[in-house]
């Protein structure tokens, strides 16, 4: 019986397209680096975005808006607010690894993501209440909101992933002074806010396949399995000794 009375789905269990969808998942994979010189013809912007479209969100609010940049100049704008924020970072000690985003300039297809935080009431809130109650319905309602953006962006992502293209997911951009330095490049009205910067094309090195956890690590059948459970000290350990190297490096090497 095919599923949804729709003929193109696979039977229940089949696994062709399942194969083809894990051969992409698996192969989405971050470049921080593009050749600097591919063009991204703009049908290709187009399929990206249809896969965004159809993503779900709470309450189908689409909270979403994408602003695909063509202009070198406005790349480069960005480049080098992130370039400076990198190098505040550094001032302030925050000891996270950050990357070269110099290759912010040259990533052939660059898409913000951007957000309507207005949608917020949409979800379940108590409508115009500033009680203690209501602050943590509103907070469960942002991240309402931040799943489904994330939702759209991962679909995207995985399109450009199907035409080929590596990616790079940026966003490093929640602080104020980020959305006053970009909003007026772009246009973009004061209620909305930048989440992401989808960077993709190929890249300018070969890529490599970074560490992930097992499956067994992140799956627990009816309870959580204790095994999976690291404590502080642990979590400071990953942070100190593995993160920048499974953010940057071959897993391989600190498996
Ligand atoms: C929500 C999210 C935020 C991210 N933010 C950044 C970022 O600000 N800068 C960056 O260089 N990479 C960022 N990344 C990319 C991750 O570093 C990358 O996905 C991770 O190291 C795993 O590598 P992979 O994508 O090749 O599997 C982000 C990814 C996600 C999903």
Same mark, same amino acid.
């Given at each position: 019986?095919?599923?949804?009375?729709? *003929?193109?789905?696979?039977?229940?269990?089949? /696994?062709?397209?399942?194969? %083809?969808?894990?051969?992409?998942? %698996?192969?989405?994979?971050?470049?921080?680096?593009?050749?600097?010189?591919?063009?991204?013809?703009?049908?290709?912007? *187009?399929?990206?975005? *249809?896969?965004?479209? /159809?993503?779900?969100?709470?309450?189908?609010?689409?909270?979403? /808006?994408?602003? &695909?940049?063509?202009?070198?100049?406005?790349?480069?704008?960005?480049?080098?607010?992130?370039? =400076?924020?990198?190098?505040?970072?550094?001032?302030?000690?925050?000891?996270?690894?950050?990357?070269?985003?110099?290759?912010?300039?040259?990533?052939?297809?660059?898409?913000?993501?951007?957000?309507?935080?207005? !949608?917020?009431?949409?979800?379940?809130?108590?409508?115009?209440?500033?009680?203690?109650?209501?602050?943590? !319905?509103?907070?469960?309602? =942002?991240?309402?909101?931040?799943?489904?953006?994330?939702?759209?962006?991962?679909?995207?992502?995985?399109?450009?992933?199907?035409?080929?293209?590596?990616? #790079? #997911?940026?966003?490093?951009?929640?602080?104020?002074?980020?959305?006053?330095?970009?909003?007026?490049?772009?246009?973009?009205?004061? =209620?909305?806010?930048?989440?992401?910067?989808?960077?993709?094309?190929?890249?300018?090195?070969?890529?490599?396949?970074? #560490?992930?956890?097992?499956? /067994? =690590?992140?799956?627990?059948?009816? %309870?959580?399995?204790?095994?999976?459970? &690291?404590?502080?000290?642990?979590?400071?350990?990953?942070?100190?000794?593995?993160?920048?190297?499974?953010?940057?490096?071959?897993?391989?090497?600190?498996?």
């Amino acid at each position: 019986m095919p599923n949804n009375n729709n *003929e193109m789905l696979p039977k229940i269990g089949e /696994h062709l397209l399942y194969d %083809r969808f894990m051969d992409i998942a %698996r192969n989405r994979i971050t470049t921080r680096q593009f050749d600097p010189d591919f063009k991204v013809p703009s049908a290709h912007y *187009e399929l990206i975005l *249809e896969a965004a479209r /159809h993503a779900p969100s709470g309450a189908n609010a689409q909270p979403w /808006h994408f602003i &695909i940049v063509r202009e070198q100049a406005v790349k480069q704008q960005i480049a080098d607010y992130f370039v =400076e924020e990198q190098r505040f970072r550094a001032s302030l000690k925050m000891k996270f690894p950050t990357p070269d985003y110099s290759g912010l300039a040259n990533a052939p297809g660059f898409i913000v993501v951007a957000s309507d935080f207005r !949608y917020v009431k949409a979800f379940p809130v108590l409508p115009d209440d500033q009680s203690d109650l209501n602050k943590m !319905y509103i907070e469960n309602a =942002e991240r309402i909101l931040l799943q489904s953006v994330a939702a759209a962006t991962m679909s995207a992502h995985l399109a450009a992933a199907a035409l080929g293209y590596n990616v #790079w #997911w940026v966003t490093a951009i929640g602080q104020q002074k980020a959305q006053d330095a970009m909003k007026p490049l772009l246009g973009i009205p004061d =209620e909305l806010s930048i989440l992401d910067i989808f960077c993709f094309g190929p890249p300018r090195k070969p890529v490599y396949k970074r #560490w992930k956890k097992t499956a /067994h =690590e992140i799956t627990n059948w009816d %309870r959580f399995n204790p095994d999976n459970f &690291i404590s502080n000290e642990e979590l400071d350990n990953w942070i100190r000794k593995k993160r920048h190297k499974v953010m940057y490096k071959d897993a391989n090497k600190i498996n």
